[in-house]
């Protein structure tokens, strides 16, 4: 059965940096688009970041352009997202996310995933 196992999140400091991890199994990462999700307390789950399949083409939130920086391991099938210069307004739930079939436009929108990690907390604080 596929599963997709996150890990990484914690209590980091504003300014600080963060590397999530989602491991894979049952599926094979580089033949899935992959994404990054994350809800705050009292808001709706928003798009992070994604990474097409066809072509290995990253997306970022505004939020996060230039900050966050997600890759993927084809010995190890897992997914990463690696968060610097870390503000208080990044503080969530972080969700990964895989979708089996390509898209050939954009893929921040969580109604396209069809498979998701259990969640992560990442705390940004003094």
């Known amino acids: 059965q596929l599963q997709f196992v996150e890990s990484g999140g914690g209590l980091v400091q504003p300014g600080g940096s963060l590397r999530l991890s989602c491991a894979a199994s049952?599926?094979?990462?580089?033949?899935?688009?992959i994404g990054w999700f994350r809800q705050a307390p009292g808001k709706e789950r928003e798009g992070v970041s994604c990474?097409?399949?066809?072509?290995?083409?990253?997306y970022y939130a505004d939020s996060v352009l230039g900050r966050f920086t997600i890759s993927r391991d084809t010995a190890t099938n897992t997914v990463y997202l690696q968060m610097n210069s870390l503000k208080p307004e990044d503080t969530a739930v972080y969700y990964c996310?895989?979708?089996?079939?390509?898209?050939?436009?954009?893929?921040?929108?969580?109604?396209?995933?069809?498979?998701w990690g259990q969640g992560t907390q990442v705390t940004v604080s003094s």
């Open positions: 996310a895989a979708r089996a079939r390509m898209v050939v436009s954009g893929c921040l929108s969580r109604r396209i995933y069809d498979y």
């Open positions: 990474m097409r399949s066809s072509d290995g083409r990253t």
């Open positions: 049952g599926f094979t990462l580089d033949s899935y688009t």
